[in-house]
């Protein structure tokens, strides 16, 4: 070998050496798309939930709604849940370094309502979730509205079995913390025929979805226990004279009455029945949809012994303490309804998804649509006010405990179990 080709191979070596030992810098990685609930650096974050994402700003609040009923014969029933969401706000503070802002809608206790409350809230896509509805009527098109535009909804007292039923009227993204009808309705016909020994009852209700179908698990129960359904019937929403309908029930005897309707036609069902035929000493009830001072009102001393069912407020936790104490502290009265602590619930099983499934982004914050209803579908053994909450498939999530009270004095005393 020459020494001119024997110089030439020792340069290529040392420069292959030098080159091996400062190295040219690999190909950077890809970004990987950061964990749900973790820090990303600043501008690294890209979308990839299937549905979109919801981005909130340096200084912008998470935003969610509430649609519950906060006019009309059902007012009370709306507020108290409202109030649940409002305390449950107020609890939480900041849901990952930003405020949270409630954007309150009418459902109107009504299909209707609930039609147009959905279609104002999906119209802002700042919206990551919804509490409601109050009503099952107006529950039914607002789930529909909110699936279709990919948003998660909690509902506080939507209790109609056909709400998670997939072959009724379930739809992707909805849940709920209120009981599902098929306990409540099944309770009620045990206290009647267990407890009170009736054989022969009656059934009212107005079509609503929750009216009818926790009407129709009463009957089917008590039916089932041995006892005899005389009539199964409806009135119509906004009626006055119930009489025709108290009329036909009468001609059956049945010793005991149960209508699940809303305060209106409830005060209108329970007066009127003391002034039909056969009807005087037949035992009257209701179901949570008429537990509110509005309805003691509505039904006077006609509803004197009354029974109603609905869900046990009995929750001994101290939470439940300081809810009450906040409640009072801010609003000035007790709770005046049944559902403000399943609010209190359904408000903060969206925010804490909000925090578990958003990316952290310098100081923003980017929430995927998908895994909110991944999150809230994943939802298992959750210590809630109302219980210890887990969601099935179809968005049944409540630990349902349901009693039975009677008016006593113009006051709902619990009388069973």
């Not at 004279?241 to 069902?269: H, K, N, Q, W």
Request: aromatic share 8%; net charge negative; with cysteine.
């Amino acid at each position: 070998m020459s020494k001119r080709l024997f110089a030439v191979l020792a340069l290529l070596l040392i420069a292959s050496m030098v080159l091996t030992a400062c190295g040219s810098p690999e190909p950077e990685a890809p970004a990987e798309e950061a964990a749900a609930g973790e820090e990303a650096a600043a501008g690294e974050f890209e979308c990839t939930d299937e549905i979109g994402c919801v981005t909130y700003y340096a200084d912008e609040p998470v935003r969610i709604a509430s649609a519950l009923v906060i006019s009309g014969p059902n007012t009370d029933l709306g507020m108290d849940s409202q109030y649940g969401v409002e305390i449950a706000i107020a609890f939480k503070g900041d849901v990952a370094g930003h405020a949270v802002e409630l954007q309150a809608e009418d459902d109107g206790c009504s299909a209707e309502g609930g039609q147009a409350a959905g279609q104002k809230i999906v119209s802002d896509q700042t919206i990551i979730g919804i509490v409601g509805t109050s009503c099952s009527g107006a529950g039914v098109p607002l789930s529909t509205v909110m699936s279709e535009a990919g948003y998660v909804m909690v509902s506080p007292s939507n209790t109609s079995p056909s709400l998670t039923s997939p072959d009724e009227a379930w739809n992707p993204g909805y849940y709920r913390t209120a009981h599902n009808d098929k306990v409540q309705g099944k309770a009620m016909a045990d206290f009647a025929f267990s407890e009170l020994g009736i054989t022969k009852a009656a059934a009212i209700h107005d079509g609503d979805p929750y009216t009818e179908g926790l009407a129709a698990v009463f009957a089917d129960s008590f039916k089932e226990l041995g006892g005899e359904i005389t009539e199964f019937t409806a009135v119509n929403k906004g009626d006055t004279d119930m009489r025709p309908v108290l009329t036909s029930v009468a001609a059956g005897e049945p010793e005991f009455i149960y209508y699940p309707v809303f305060t209106a036609e409830g005060g209108f069902l329970t007066k009127q029945a003391r002034e039909v035929a056969g009807l005087e000493d037949t035992i009257l009830a209701a179901a949570d949809g008429m537990i509110s001072p509005a309805a003691i009102e509505a039904v006077g001393e006609a509803g004197e012994g009354m029974y109603f069912s609905g869900p046990d407020l009995g929750f001994e936790n101290e939470l439940y303490s300081e809810f009450l104490a906040k409640y009072e502290e801010d609003y000035g009265t007790k709770p005046i309804s049944v559902f403000h602590a399943h609010a209190f619930d359904a408000t903060n099983l969206i925010l804490n998804c909000v925090e578990s499934v958003g990316v952290v982004d310098g100081d923003d914050l980017h929430v995927g649509r998908q895994d909110m209803r991944d999150c809230l579908g994943a939802t298992s053994g959750y210590d809630g006010i109302t219980g210890t909450l887990t969601c099935d498939e179809y968005g049944d999530c409540a630990d349902p405990q349901i009693t039975v009270s009677q008016l006593t004095a113009g006051e709902y005393e619990v009388v069973w179990p």
